[in-house]
């Protein structure tokens, strides 16, 4: 079998598995979020901002994808959520096997919301669905405004960009509007926010839209289940 | 076939070609750097930064490899230098194969320095060999100090680390020296450069060091033509 040909069906296997944990996911009533960017754009300090945000109001759990150590899920367990590290032994994305084998053991008492930090990379988790509900692309300012352009089918398979470290603005050559448009021109229905983890701006508007997605999926199981 | 055995063994096909193009740029007198670092790291700017110094005094080609886009071989064009975009339609790296097709045209009159700009990614391009003469790994500073041990097969694999965007120190939670102290636990004997591309601090270094590393190969040359 030809690679092309081998990496469809790894690619095909896998959006089977991904439909099932998504199945699987909705009916338990978690919430699931696939982060994904370069190295450094700031994943780990986006999710510790947000664990602190939420974790008096629901039951969290964070995934932190590797290909090697264990700092990000002590990082994020500092904060008082649940944190496991999944350690990919040298493979540059998480896949859906991965992700549901760390939350079988959870089963019988679902999280509300799981956030998935995805190996950072702008490339290869484009293809792999993990059966999250959204996934969620950040881009830093300074790391040059297009690499929306450069990267089309990770910005391709986002929902959502959140562009990360405007506190930086004034000191790298960088456009946090020219990074949105950019990314516009792949997606144009991308729902966009401008953050700095660092000093807190922006990250309310965030945390408001993750809490609204989080009650509209509340809402669309009570119906389900009448 | 398995996966993992096919990767082995298109990992091994690469490196005889890396090899037969090792051989052949040595006898034509081109030096090779590869290039490798996250997106946004700021490898087009060093390339930049290094031809407006080193275009008058040797015959220079670029290489920029993206999975998208034709925008970084433009970018570098401008300073006068030969540039040529590799775009590689999806892969995550380049290999030995794209490099040597691109460089083949140009067998009756040799360039002096070819840089070859990889694909921005941390994973990906380590176990790929391209016939380089050396494998410079470049980080920004606000990157995040660890990322040295989060990617070891990268460093393992370079012998340079470049650590930019040293003008941005004040303005992030980040300190170089623990940058290039994380790299060394990896890698002892790297050779290292901490430098800012924007406002040129560390550049005589990377650029005298570059030269003088190019005078040693044409020694080596002379010597074995006799």
Chains 1, 2 share one sequence.
Request: net charge negative; glycine share 6%.
């Amino acid at each position: 079998m030809k690679r092309v040909e081998l990496e469809k069906k790894v690619i095909s296997e896998n959006e089977r598995l991904a439909r099932a944990n998504r199945e699987k996911y909705a009916k338990e009533g978690t919430f699931v979020l696939n982060l994904v960017s370069s190295p450094g754009s700031g994943k780990t300090m986006l999710i510790e901002e947000t664990a602190k945000r939420l974790r008096d109001e629901l039951r969290m759990l964070v995934l932190t994808g590797d290909i090697m150590t264990e700092n990000d899920a002590r990082r994020v367990a500092r904060h008082g959520v649940d944190a496991v590290q999944i350690t990919t032994g040298g493979a540059c994305h998480l896949d859906a096997k991965m992700v549901d084998k760390k939350l079988t053991p959870y089963k019988d008492r679902p999280f509300d919301l799981v956030i998935v930090e995805n190996v950072g990379n702008l490339v290869c988790p484009a293809p792999y669905d993990l059966g999250e509900d959204l996934k969620v692309l950040l881009i830093a300012v300074g790391e040059g405004d297009d690499k929306p352009l450069k990267y089309p089918p990770m910005v391709a398979a986002s929902e959502v960009l959140v562009v990360n470290k405007t506190d930086l603005v004034e000191y790298v050559d960088s456009d946090p509007d020219a990074i949105i448009e950019n990314a516009m021109r792949i997606k144009p229905d991308l729902t966009v926010f401008k953050v700095s983890c660092k000093t807190g701006d922006g990250l309310e508007e965030w945390i408001e839209w993750l809490k609204s997605r989080l009650a509209e999926k509340r809402q669309t199981r009570a119906s389900a289940q009448g």
